[in-house]
């Protein structure tokens, strides 16, 4: 008996799968094809499927968002872009569009236009986590560029000097001497090596003073030499230059909890 319930499975199987293939167009069959080959990791394959669909019909936004996710599983991540921007110009209010776009912008280390893009995604698609999660690393990643370009401009923005440079410069180490007899001076400096020697923890975990320290007393560095001798400043300014902010690191797009993992719908 339980050999003729599964014989008679497989028949309303089979028989249910024929229907479907038949009630499909060609282009939703050659989808079909590229979802499973992106579920089994063939992303050549899947991306030659999505193309072949987006042939027989360039109307349809679902292609291009999973020819989008292909490209940019194969890191061809401006094209995976274009892919995504045609999606949208069918249909505007493609949540997910904007979601692959955002990871694909992530992968280029572009964070601003991948942040705006998560913020589009989730005025869409308010309870997605995925595009708050995402939303949330591009934040952050732009943060911390912020913070290292700061860094790198150092007080009075002048870039990545030559600090040995400053060091045989007779007028600013007078300077600097003179500055350190200012007892607040002074005692900014003893607070500073206090909390880096161990003094106190941040309230996150981390190393205790840190940038905020050092940048602070950069800022009031900078401040009285400008105020005491603003033509060294400018002196200082014109002889090691502007230097510009580094390119702001990436983090690996495979690692955001976006849908890219998932094969595309």
Known sequence: MADVNKLAFSIVKFLKDQTTQESLSEDAIESLEGNNFMKEEK????????????????????????????YSKLNKHVQAIEDCERALNIDPQYSKAYGRMGIAYTALTDHESAR???????????????????????????????????????????GNMDFSQMLNNPALMNMAQSMMQNPNMQQMMANFMSSMSGGGATPEGGPPGGMNNILEIGQQLAQQMEQTNPELVTQLRTQFGRGGPPNSEGGDPSQQNGDQSQPPK
């Not at 193309?51 to 292909?70: E, F, G, H, M, T």
């Not at 589009?120 to 560029?145: G, R, V």
């Open 43 to 70: 992303f050549s394959d899947a991306l030659e499927c999505y193309s072949q669909a987006v042939k027989l019909d360039n109307k349809n936004s679902v292609y291009y968002c999973n020819r989008a996710a292909a």
């Open 116 to 158: 705006e893009c998560y913020r589009k995604a989730l005025e869409l698609d308010p309870t997605n986590q995925s595009y708050q999660n995402n939303l949330e690393i591009a934040e952050q990643k732009l943060k911390e560029a912020a913070m290292q370009a700061g860094f790198n401009m150092g007080p009075m923005g002048m």
